[in-house]
Structures are given as structure tokens and as C-alpha cells.
């Protein structure tokens, strides 16, 4: 597909000739759709399966990041029964690296659901697979359509922009939500529910990007209005966002001389729930590095530099401190020792990947 991007308006003589159409966005997508792995080809049916976990994976997350997750967890787990029958440790392992760990928890629960009250099959009605733990709006209409062929709207940032521009709304998101769900509902091929889902997907993901929107390649070239106004960019148009503030906290980083980490789990509930992390304070705005409780009695050089990471809702900043420690050292309340050598393998977020690098490396001051 060559590139030909341009906000340009179209001849005046063409505005506002003709009105979106289905076809013309399927008979596009017979042709450019993305050879995805979890994505059926032509012909084929849709494994439910693989669409419930990619959609899962997609939530939040690049195409490009999800592609090895998407093999690896196939490879572990070919199907759901394997998935439900798996201790959710495992699963949270091979999700690390990810991010958003609610979802890998609910994906666990999700398989046990499926597998104890609908068989081990995916149920094929809107209504019951939003009562699957982890399946919100979005993702029961993504698997219903897709792997089930009922015409239900799908709607994920990229059809946002899509139909916000068709349309011109200018009124901002999320409020908008709700008439962008309409429109698609009018729009949409209930001949080839799934297919327009994954084509407007596409649609938004190659040709109406964010910046700079190859409209000369688009479908609905010619009945798009915002395209029509040269004024593409200006949608989806979006509520202000407040500025969120930092928080801090510190981090302790413990090693003894036989190569183990001191690690703890941290609740399932909330932030990270259900993941390994180092031992730590809280996290906020006011924090003082200097009244941070190590963990336990030993000798912690505070690491020159700090860790920083970009939550959705907030940025945060660590001071990490590190300690040697003789081995056998026995581990406080609600910790445990890890050889060093499985750190690759535990269910670490990312954040406390950044806190191991920046301990193991120097930088002591
Ligand atoms: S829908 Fe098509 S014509 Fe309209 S802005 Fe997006 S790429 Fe351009």
C-alpha cells in the first residue's frame, strides 16, 4: 500500500456526495486487511479462543507488543481447559511485561468460568459473555461479532476516530461515546458483523491515523465530513485531561551472599495486585524518602539516581536502596528469598524490573 497522506479538502465539487457504506469499507478490507495471529483467514471461522485472548492481551496494549505474549501464551495454554487447569502463578508469570496485571487475573478466572458453567465453550450471546469476569462492553461485542457473527457494535479508540471524523462530532469523548456506538450500530454490515469490526479497526489503525490520515487511500473517501473540512486532526476531540501528580515511594533492594532477591507479593486487589515486587514504602505526592522503613535490620546504601515509571493515572518516582546481607538471613513477615537466577522468571511488573536493573547495576553514591 504506498503512502499518500493528506489533510488536503476535497474539490468542492465532491463534499457531502454520498453517505459511508459498508461495502465500500468490506470490499477495502478484502484487500488490505492485516495478517494478524490471532485474525482468521478468509474463509476460515474464527476460534473463539484466540479472539477472547487477543482482545484481552489488545486491551491497553500495541499489536506489535501483544504478538509474542499472544504466541507464548498459545504455546503454554492451546485452549481454554489447559488455561483454567493452570496455577494463576504461571499465568502471571508469563504475563509480566505486559502491564494492566487485572487482566491476566481475570483471564484466569475467565477460563475457570468457561470451563465450569458454560462446558469449556465460550458462550455465543452478548448477555453471557459480559457476565464473564475481565469482558466488558468492548470485548463481548469484539468476540460475539468476530467469532460468533452477531451484529453488535464495536467500538475501540480506532473506530472513535474513524466515526468521529466521518461525522464531524464535535462533541468531545468520553461523552460522545454512546452516538458513536449509534452510528456504528446504523453502519454496520450485519451480513459480516465481524469482518466490519476488524476493518474498521484497520481502517483506523493503517489509513485514519491520528496524524496525518491517508484519506486519498480511505474507503469513505468522499463521504467523510471531516476530511471534507480539512480538519481531520481536530477529531476525536477530547475532554481536557487534568495533569496528574507524581508520586513517590522507595524501594529496597535486598540481596544475600547464596544469590537470593527479598521479594513480597503484593495484594491482589488494586495496583499490580497479585504481582512480585521488592519490598517498598507507599507511593505519594507528599513522600519522604528519608522516613522510608527498611525492611529489615542491615546496612542500605541509598543508589544514586531514582527509577521512574508512567502509570495511566499517574507518574511515579523511586529512590532505591540496596543491602547485602549474610545468607540464610530468615526473611520478615510476608517475605521470601528468590534465587537471582529466577528473577527473569517471576511475575515482576515492569516498574520493579527498572528497581532490579537499577540495584544490580552500580551508581552507589
Ligand atoms: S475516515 Fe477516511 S477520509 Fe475520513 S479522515 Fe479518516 S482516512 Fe480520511
Known amino acids: 500500500m504506498t503512502d499518500n497522506r493528506t489533510l488536503a479538502r476535497r474539490p468542492a465539487g465532491r463534499q457531502g456526495t454520498r453517505a459511508p457504506h459498508a461495502r465500500d469499507l468490506l470490499a477495502w478490507y478484502d484487500r488490505h486487511r492485516r495478517a494478524l495471529p490471532w485474525r482468521a483467514l478468509p474463509g476460515e471461522h474464527a476460534d473463539p479462543y484466540r479472539v477472547w485472548l487477543s482482545e484481552i492481551m489488545l486491551q491497553q496494549t500495541t499489536v506489535k507488543a501483544v504478538g509474542p505474549y499472544f504466541a507464548k501464551f498459545l504455546a503454554l495454554w492451546p485452549d481454554v481447559g489447559v488455561l483454567a487447569a493452570s496455577p494463576v502463578e504461571e499465568v502471571m508469570k508469563a504475563w509480566a511485561g505486559l502491564g494492566y496485571y487485572s487482566r491476566a487475573r481475570n483471564l484466569h478466572a475467565c477460563a475457570k468460568a468457561v470451563v465450569a458453567d458454560h462446558g469449556g465453550l465460550f458462550?455465543?450471546?452478548?448477555?453471557?459473555?459480559?457476565?464473564?469476569?475481565?469482558?466488558?462492553?468492548?470485548?463481548?461485542?469484539?468476540?460475539?461479532?468476530?467469532?460468533?457473527?452477531?451484529?453488535?457494535?464495536?467500538?475501540?479508540?480506532?473506530?472513535?476516530?474513524?466515526?468521529?471524523?466521518?461525522?464531524?462530532m464535535e462533541t468531545p469523548l468520553p461523552a460522545a461515546k454512546p452516538a458513536i456506538r449509534a452510528r456504528v450500530a446504523e453502519l454496520l454490515d450485519s451480513a459480516r458483523p465481524g469482518d466490519f469490526a476488524q476493518a474498521t479497526m484497520d481502517l483506523g489503525a493503517t489509513i485514519c491515523t491520528p496524524k496525518r490520515p491517508a484519506c486519498a487511500l480511505c474507503p469513505w473517501t468522499g463521504a467523510c465530513r471531516a476530511e471534507a473540512e480539512g480538519r481531520q486532526e481536530e477529531f476525536p476531540v477530547k475532554a481536557a485531561r487534568k495533569a496528574r501528580d507524581t508520586r513517590y515511594g522507595a524501594a529496597f533492594v535486598v540481596v544475600?551472599?547464596?544469590?537470593?532477591?527479598l521479594v513480597r507479593t503484593r495484594p491482589d486487589k488494586g495496583l499490580l495486585g497479585g504481582m512480585t515486587e521488592v519490598p517498598g514504602s507507599d507511593w505519594s505526592a507528599g513522600f519522604d524518602p528519608e522516613g522510608a522503613e527498611p525492611p529489615i535490620e542491615a546496612r542500605f546504601r541509598r543508589l544514586a539516581g531514582t527509577v521512574t515509571h508512567v502509570f495511566t493515572h499517574f507518574p511515579l518516582e523511586l529512590t532505591v536502596s540496596r543491602a547485602d546481607v549474610r545468607a540464610g538471613t530468615r526473611p520478615p513477615a510476608g517475605m521470601r528469598w528468590i534465587p537471582l537466577s529466577e528473577v527473569a522468571g517471576e511475575a515482576f511488573p515492569t516498574?520493579?524490573?527498572?528497581?532490579?536493573?537499577?540495584?544490580?547495576?552500580?551508581?552507589?553514591?
Open 256 to 261: 544475600s551472599a547464596d544469590g537470593k532477591l
Open 351 to 365: 516498574l520493579m524490573r527498572k528497581v532490579i536493573a537499577h540495584a544490580m547495576g552500580d551508581g552507589d553514591r
Open 123 to 168: 458462550p455465543a450471546s452478548l448477555e453471557d459473555l459480559r457476565a464473564l469476569p475481565g469482558i466488558g462492553d468492548y470485548t463481548a461485542a469484539a468476540i460475539a461479532s468476530i467469532a460468533f457473527g452477531i451484529a453488535a457494535p464495536v467500538v475501540d479508540g480506532n473506530v472513535e476516530r474513524v466515526v468521529t471524523r466521518l461525522n464531524l
